[in-house]
């Protein structure tokens, strides 16, 4: 395997990924409607209240699992290019790719930052009795 092959391979990822994200950022956004509407009206019977919890949570998961996914795909990526770096030479790019990629939590703190925020505005928004 080759340098430009871990590239392309990469490439063919990230592509896919960005699909993932954007259906996940849709997901989220369906739940802040949902949140909002039950803000809104105030008086949502404890059952729809669980599940639009459940909702929110489980896009929440699916979205740290992609994010975790993509995190350990960068770091298999920059482990590819250390093998590939032991027979031939890698360009800058890679080398500097390996250099920021090494030590990679498996969830950065902005990351985890991103996702508490929007459960904690999404279960707030439905739990909370809207100020009279």
Same mark, same amino acid.
């Given at each position: 395997?080759?340098?430009? $092959?871990?590239?392309? &391979? %990469?490439?063919?990822? @990230?592509?896919?990924?960005? *699909?993932?994200?954007?259906?996940?950022?849709?997901?989220?956004? %369906?739940?802040?409607? @949902?949140?909002?509407?039950?803000y809104?009206?105030? $008086?949502?019977?404890?059952?729809?209240?669980?599940?639009v919890?459940?909702?929110?949570l489980?896009v929440?998961?699916?979205?740290?699992? &992609?994010?975790?996914?993509?995190?350990?795909?960068?770091? $298999?990526?920059?482990?590819?290019?250390?093998?590939?770096?032991?027979?031939?030479? %890698?360009?800058?790019?890679?080398?500097?790719?390996? $250099?920021?990629?090494?030590?990679?939590?498996?969830?950065?703190?902005?990351?985890?930052v991103? %996702?508490?925020?929007? *459960?904690? @505005?999404? *279960?707030?928004?439905?739990? @909370?009795?809207?100020?009279?």
């Open positions: 395997m080759t340098e430009m $092959d871990m590239w392309n &391979l %990469l490439a063919g990822f @990230m592509s896919g990924n960005a *699909v993932w994200f954007l259906g996940y950022i849709v997901a989220i956004w %369906l739940g802040f409607r @949902m949140t909002s509407n039950i809104m009206n105030g $008086d949502a019977p404890v059952i729809g209240k669980l599940l919890t459940a909702y929110c489980s929440a998961a699916f979205m740290t699992m &992609l994010m975790i996914n993509t995190n350990q795909l960068f770091q $298999d990526i920059a482990t590819g290019f250390a093998v590939i770096g032991e027979t031939e030479s %890698l360009s800058a790019t890679a080398q500097g790719f390996i $250099d920021q990629v090494s030590g990679l939590p498996a969830l950065s703190p902005i990351q985890m991103f %996702l508490g925020s929007i *459960v904690i @505005m999404q *279960v707030l928004q439905t739990w @909370m009795k809207k100020a009279s």
